[in-house]
């Protein structure tokens, strides 16, 4: 009976290590992230993580909702934001709904963009179509336009903006862990698979 408890407990070992190795991908610069010219990040003593995202993307949509529970994992030693990307007016219009949501502190916003574009097939491209739709989250028509003008709303997109040409935003989503590494979708890895290399290199980043 001993040695029968003896081999089961080696079959669980010689299980649990088949499956750690089985699930634990080795990524590599070049195929899966790329190594960067590195940037300052706002905190050192943390791991940077930002999010370049663009609510019409289609990829950033079906992210979103892994997004949001990875978001809730994530230690107090990673800090983790978010820029939306500015590369013309319609993109712009929408980067700046997203700061209205981050000054008003309702990410439900942030979800109704993502559903009115994606799902309801709504640009959301001029105040005629943002008004009706942002007076749903009892955000008023004047507290809209003030939003809109205000210096710190104008500043955010600014520094989003600037923020995009010093990493050489391209496309979207595109993760930046620690001012070192771009993450982004491409034939090695797909949408799915991101926030597991951001998690790869953020556990990179702790073992320096």
Known sequence: MFQDCIKNALIVLVLSLFCSSAFSKDYQEGRHYELIEPLPTRNPEKIEVIEFFWFGC???????GSLTDWKKELPSSVDFYRYPVIWNKMVETHGKLFFIAEALNKPEIIDGVFSAIHIQQKMLASDREIIPFIK??????DEYIGLINSFGLKNNVKKADLFGQKYGIKGVPTFIVNG?????????????????????????????
């Open 58 to 64: 289609g990829h950033c949509f079906t992210l979103e």
């Open 136 to 141: 749903t989250y009892g955000v008023s028509e």
């Open 180 to 208: 070192k590494y771009a993450v982004s979708g491409n034939r090695e890895i797909g949408t799915k698979d991101l926030l597991d290399v951001v998690d790869f290199l953020i556990a990179k980043e702790r073992k320096q």
